[in-house]
């Protein structure tokens, strides 16, 4: 999966520890133990974490208002904001398919 150089960071550094995407066909296919190869989408660097958990959403605004804001990447002084995932998701993809919120631990650089 691709991240930008800020989240990949975040993971790499341990700080972020659940990613969020859509619950589309290829996410549904991820279980717990599943190893994830991230990759840096500018350095392309790579690192390998393990799913410990999944859990899925109606929505982002839901995965929002349930997950600590620095575990998805936010640190203590930001606002999270789900909308911010508009960013990477048409508001008709997530009624679609609703949000997934995969919690990881890195476990190589």
Do not use: W
């Amino acid at each position: 999966m691709n991240l930008s150089s800020e989240a990949f960071k975040s993971v790499s550094l341990g700080k972020k520890t659940i990613e969020m995407r859509l619950y589309d066909e290829k996410r549904a296919k991820i279980k717990v133990g599943d190893e994830i190869e991230f990759e840096n989408s500018v350095t392309h660097r790579k690192i390998k974490c393990i799913v410990v958990n999944l859990t899925r959403y109606k929505d982002f605004y839901e995965l929002y208002s349930d997950i600590d804001k620095t575990a998805i990447g936010y640190s203590a002084d930001e606002t999270a904001n789900a909308e911010d995932m508009h960013k990477y998701y048409s508001p008709e993809q997530i009624k679609k398919y609703g949000a997934l919120a995969i919690e990881i631990k890195l476990i190589e650089e």
